[in-house]
């Protein structure tokens, strides 16, 4: 392997430009480098052009206004913005979502965290349980909601077939009420929403707990303690990073969630389950508002981005590592 | 009794109550579990069964789990409703495999060079990739749909270049192995075998040139794939054929390798081609296959996945590689890849699931019935054919069909599927 050097030490003279490029090509270094490159151009071509260029474009899009059929856009500058504060649906879209949220990633980790302590055990038959309970997850969301939907449904439904079984009165779980009944809307999406992905936290936390140490629990038994403390003190300080990745990654998929929505409520009724992401679709596709479904789409982004980096702040706090 | 309690020690009645907790522990985990997996399960199981049952049946049923006379008809009888139904699946079977495809082709470049290459800016890269795991793939999907109805040159140009090149690529590894098998039959390498069969497909390519594709370039400037395809590889064969020529004379080689001088005139022939060419990819990708499965290529997820599995291999395997002068593509393909078996299974499987159940963007990007994928196909039928409920036979009889292949494959290979979901997260 010839460098520049060894050139001018074979010539005796400085090498001349066609030498040096040859001696470009056995240069290891730069050989190496471009092989890099030239390794992550696919991946880096394809994130900048679906990824990184659609998020700029995006805050490009919220400042003017546009209908994605003239071939002009009207520079606005913040009035997208401007209109978002002041509609009063935006915020209750933001409220739908911090409630869809919130309710189906604390309902979701703490199911899927006591199936996974009840699955932790020697018992016969865990695989079966184990596959049973993960098999909504592998399922399309639209085919599992058209399901549900039946299962709520107000006259044929399952579940208002027990309630009147047990005497009560049918609710209108998903239906076009009116007032109070609009109540129960949300939480439909919640259960259905924690039942799908009630498995998948719990393979995950299952995962989690094979790592901690027998010794420990035995080391506590002998100490005297009670099942609450060795839950509290052993399982799940050692389980936090796992429920720290399922939070993150919990969040995501709730902000993230569209087709259940889009297959059983539309957003409805009267927008009870309308969620950013759902809003951005009926404003961008629906209304043909591209400006004012940017708009939302840069508060999501801008807000997502915030609540994970408080998560991961407050993550110093509560999760141990080791 | 008396002289059996007084015989048992303060050890013993300890480890009789901890058995016993355990005993308690495990009745009660059991019942628990069972309870939890048959409500967890029981929506399909109805769904199942309401798709057996005739639509008088469904109204005046109840509680009823199994069904009085099995209608089987129902499965006949929503295909009949909407014939498109195969053709939803196959669409949405070439969108899952054409994303996994391209996604763990360009996932595994990326992983190997951040775990393997030194570069600069190789961890800004590789932060920037990991950080679009963050982002609500929703605040892409405006601009992209904008993209997609008008590409751009350039980016229809990188397309068209990847595609012949790629095209090539397998075309010529299959060639080779073919090679490779009749030489290990025969036993001996035969340099009268290499030169005969790389003339015979040259003369074939020559023929199919001047027959098919010259006319087809003169044509107009929107050049067809497979015109550009055969010019590429009958000039691609005349230097594989001159280096195997050059390799049968004894005396120096050239001053680079040959090799150089086919890249750079590969390069040229391509880039060539590739202007020409953009015609065949047209500038609308809405409605199109490739929009559906193009838009995804880069999957963060795998990036961090690979990285995790390439990571962890000794790194003795890699020198000893570089010390036989492999190439790093030889060096992924023979060493690396087969070695991370587990985690490749565990990425075909999470994204063909991921991209067959998906909704949103193909909703957004296709129009035509026939460019339907399988989860839209059954929200329309829904809405279209099953009367937003009146036929939930049908309904039912549709998600049956559609959800049946998923849960079986699943029952079939589980532990591939969780075992493989659980190890992903472990390290993050």
Same mark, same amino acid.
């Given at each position: ?83 978002? %504060? ?90 076009? $009420? ?111 508002? =591209? ?32 | ?30 019942? *628990? ?11 399909? %199981? ?27 008809? +129902? ?8 014939? *498109? ?23 595994? *470049? ?89 003339? %015979? ?80 990819? $047209? ?89 339907? =994928? ?24 549709? +998600? ?29």
């Amino acid at each position: 392997m010839s460098s520049t050097s060894e050139v001018m030490a074979q010539r005796g003279s400085p090498p001349s430009w066609p030498q040096r490029i040859i001696g470009l090509y056995h240069n290891r270094h730069l050989r190496e480098a471009i092989t890099g490159y030239a390794f992550i151009v696919p991946a880096f071509l394809s994130l900048g052009v679906w990824w990184l260029y659609p998020m700029v474009y995006s805050v490009y899009l919220s400042l003017t206004r546009w209908n994605f059929m003239s071939p002009t856009k009207r520079f606005v500058g913040l009035e997208n913005y401007a209109r978002l %504060i002041q509609h009063a649906e935006f915020w209750n879209v933001l409220w739908n979502t911090i409630y869809f949220s919130g309710a189906t990633v604390i309902l979701g980790l703490t199911g899927g965290l006591v199936l996974a302590l009840a699955l932790n055990q020697k018992l016969r038959g865990r695989s079966f349980y184990r596959a049973m309970m993960f098999s909504p997850w592998i399922t399309p969301t639209v085919a599992a909601a058209l399901v549900w939907l039946w299962i709520y449904n107000r006259d044929v439904g399952i579940f208002n077939q027990i309630l009147m079984f047990l005497g009560q009165s049918r609710i209108d779980w998903i239906g076009s $009420g009116q007032g109070m009944l609009r109540l129960w809307a949300m939480p439909a999406l919640i259960i259905f929403t924690v039942w799908k992905s009630i498995g998948y936290n719990m393979v995950y936390f299952l995962a989690g707990l094979t790592y901690i140490p027998s010794e420990l629990y035995e080391a506590a038994d002998i100490d005297g303690a009670s099942a609450y403390q060795k839950f509290r003190h052993i399982t799940l300080p050692l389980l936090s990073p796992m429920t720290f990745f399922l939070l993150v990654v919990s969040l995501i998929n709730t902000f993230n969630a569209f087709d259940q929505i889009r297959v059983m409520t539309q957003g409805g009724p009267a927008g009870a389950t309308r969620t950013m992401v759902y809003y951005l679709y009926q404003n961008a596709f629906e209304f043909f508002d =591209v400006g004012y479904g940017s708009a939302v789409a840069v508060v999501l982004l801008f807000l997502l981005i915030l609540l994970t980096f408080i998560q991961f702040r407050a993550a110093r706090s509560w999760v141990h590592y080791g | 009794m008396t002289t059996l309690t007084t015989r048992m020690t303060e050890a013993g009645r300890m480890a009789h109550n901890i058995r016993r907790k355990r005993t308690i522990s495990k009745l009660v985990a059991h019942g *628990l579990l069972l309870a939890s997996s048959l409500l967890i399960a029981f929506p399909f %199981i109805w769904m199942a069964t309401r798709a057996l049952m005739t639509p008088e049946e469904l109204k005046l049923s109840r509680f009823q789990l199994i069904p009085s006379t099995i209608q089987w008809t +129902n499965f006949i009888e929503f295909w009949q409703a909407e014939p *498109l139904f195969p053709r939803y699946f196959m669409n949405s079977a070439i969108m899952a495999l054409g994303v996994l495809i391209l996604q763990m082709t360009v996932a595994c *470049l990326a992983s190997y060079a951040f775990t393997f290459i030194r570069f600069p800016g190789r961890n800004l890269f590789f932060f920037i990739a990991i950080s679009t795991l963050m982002i609500p793939v929703v605040v892409t999907y405006v601009p992209s749909y904008i993209i997609l109805s008008d590409m751009p040159v350039w980016l229809r140009v990188a397309w068209s270049l990847l595609l012949s090149s790629s095209g090539l690529v397998v075309l010529w590894m299959i060639l080779r192995t073919l090679e490779r098998v009749i030489t290990g039959v025969l036993g001996r390498e035969s340099h009268l075998l290499s030169i005969a069969w790389r003339g %015979i497909v040259l003369a074939g390519a020559l023929t199919w040139f001047i027959s098919d594709g010259l006319p087809a370039m003169r044509a107009g400037p929107a050049v067809p794939f497979w015109a550009a395809m055969s010019l590429m590889l009958v000039v691609f064969l005349i230097f594989e054929l001159g280096e195997h020529l050059f390799s049968w004379f004894p005396g120096d080689k050239v001053a680079l390798p040959v090799s150089i001088w086919r890249l750079i005139l590969l390069g040229g022939i391509l880039i060539f081609m590739a202007i020409q060419g953009p015609g065949w990819l $047209g500038d609308n990708w809405l409605d199109t296959y490739q929009g559906l499965i193009i838009p995804s290529a880069v999957s963060a997820f795998g990036i961090f996945l690979f990285r995790q599995g390439f990571s962890s291999l000794p790194k003795d395997l890699i020198d000893a590689g570089k010390i036989d002068g492999a190439s790093h593509l030889r060096m992924l393909t023979e060493i690396v890849l087969p070695l991370n078996k587990p985690i490749l299974i565990t990425f075909v499987i999470f994204t063909l699931v991921l991209y067959y159940n998906s909704y949103f963007w193909p909703l957004l990007i296709t129009n035509r019935a026939t460019m339907r =994928v399988l989860t839209i196909g059954l929200q329309i039928f829904f809405i279209e054919k099953g009367y937003y409920g009146i036929r939930w036979h049908l309904i039912m009889a549709a +998600n049956t069909v559609a959800v049946a292949p998923l849960l079986i494959v699943f029952f079939v290979l589980q532990r591939w599927f969780i075992e493989g979901v659980a190890t992903t997260g472990l390290k993050g």
